[in-house]
């Protein structure tokens, strides 16, 4: 099996506040690049695997920025397409001490919300061996929704493993209930399913990991990995239902990009032959490591600084 992952998703300008207070308010950002994926591609592509990112932009400055900074990470861009219509979307995030930070966006209508079955047929999976999915695209409009779930059909008939991150965004989507049966009809067409506890209570009724993973169990799904932040995250698959602890962290910076990282972690050690449980305390690693940098992204390690955080808890 190839060892090479494809990821589809929607990379966003990011423009972080550079003082606290109200975005409004704020008068100076520094430029970076974000998006769920995106951070899952750089995690991956840090730690040397081979990672190609799927996504459509615009023809505009944010557009170009996004291109270079995918190719400055050695993430595979030929199946990126360019819109002279659309713009590429982008996004504010607030500077905090404590908590989660404020973030707005700008991706109504943008390039990538314009995905579609049409533009699938353009990939040829068969060199890949991974497919990474998260709840956001499908949430973008319905093309994108249709996208996603024939990208599952085509990925199957090539026997890739298919990963699957909520990451739930209920302001994108245009109904509770649209989101909850689109994201658990995605998930029961995946074999390893990322979901958080406060996920589940939305997802499946309940916070408790046991519920969360007898919930997709029962829809087909072969591991459920429920991720409980600071405390780690509860695998069940065939051969295990266990806690895999968290790593303690010094100060927490910016929760943002945490699971990503936590999901990057997790791939990266399924395609060298990991077991799950050291898939996901590889997860729960990064996680730790991405909390304690400001950024969506700038924290994820590469495998030295990796490894040595996993041994001697210090980066």
Request: contains cysteine; charged residues 20%; hydrophobic residues 40%.
């Amino acid at each position: 099996m190839s060892k090479s992952v494809i990821l589809i998703g929607e990379p966003l300008g990011l423009l972080i506040a550079q003082s606290e207070g109200p975005l409004e308010n704020v008068s100076g950002y520094s430029l970076a690049v974000a998006g769920a994926e995106f951070n899952v591609a750089v995690g991956l592509a840090r730690l040397e695997h081979k990672v190609t990112y799927f996504t459509k932009l615009g023809n505009d400055p944010f557009g170009k920025l996004v291109t270079n900074v995918i190719k400055q990470n050695q993430i595979g861009t030929e199946f990126i397409q360019y819109s002279d219509e659309r713009t590429t979307g982008f996004m504010l995030k607030s500077m905090v001490s404590s908590g989660d930070p404020e973030i707005f966006y700008y991706r109504k209508n943008s390039a990538a919300s314009t995905l579609s079955k049409e533009d699938i047929d353009q990939i040829d999976l068969k060199s890949y061996g991974f497919l990474h999915l998260t709840g956001i695209p499908p949430a973008l409009s319905t093309s994108t929704r249709e996208a996603v779930f024939y990208l599952i059909e085509k990925a199957k008939k090539h026997s890739l493993l298919i990963s699957f991150d909520p990451n739930l965004r209920p302001q994108l989507w245009e109904s509770r209930d649209m989101m909850i049966t689109t994201i658990n009809k995605l998930a029961a067409l995946s074999d390893i399913v990322f979901p958080g506890e406060n996920e589940g209570e939305i997802l499946c009724g309940s916070k408790d990991p046991k519920i969360i993973s007898k919930f997709y169990h029962n829809l087909g799904v072969k591991a459920v990995v429920t991720k409980l932040g600071s405390s780690g995250a509860y695998i069940s698959d065939e051969n295990t239902e266990t806690v895999i602890p968290g790593f303690p962290v010094k100060k927490v910076v910016d929760t943002v990009g945490a699971g990503d990282g936590f999901a990057a972690g997790v791939i990266s050690a399924l395609i060298e032959g990991c077991t799950l449980s050291d898939a996901v305390l590889r997860g729960n690693a990064i996680g730790a490591i991405q909390v304690m940098s400001r950024g969506d992204n700038d924290g994820l390690p590469n495998r030295d600084t990796l490894m040595r955080f996993m041994e001697e808890g210090t980066l």
